[in-house]
């Protein structure tokens, strides 16, 4: 289903200290712990969704 091998580069740019838990729980779900870690996912419809909720703590690179 995925279009073979598409990645989505991520970084942490905000704390997430002071958010809500739902976003908290995004967050660690995209891979990303502190500020300034950085992961590299999939680009699927979930993982869009995952990063439009959170879009204000991360940085996305194609």
Do not use: C, F, W
């Not at 660690?28 to 680009?43: A, Q, T």
């Amino acid at each position: 289903m995925s279009e073979t091998g598409k990645k989505i580069k991520l970084t942490l740019i905000k704390s997430i200290i002071g958010t809500k838990q739902s976003h908290r729980a995004t967050v660690r779900g995209l891979g990303l712990r502190g500020v300034n870690s950085k992961s590299e996912l999939e680009d699927t419809p979930s993982v869009r969704g995952m990063i439009n909720k959170v879009y204000y703590l991360v940085k996305v690179e194609a």
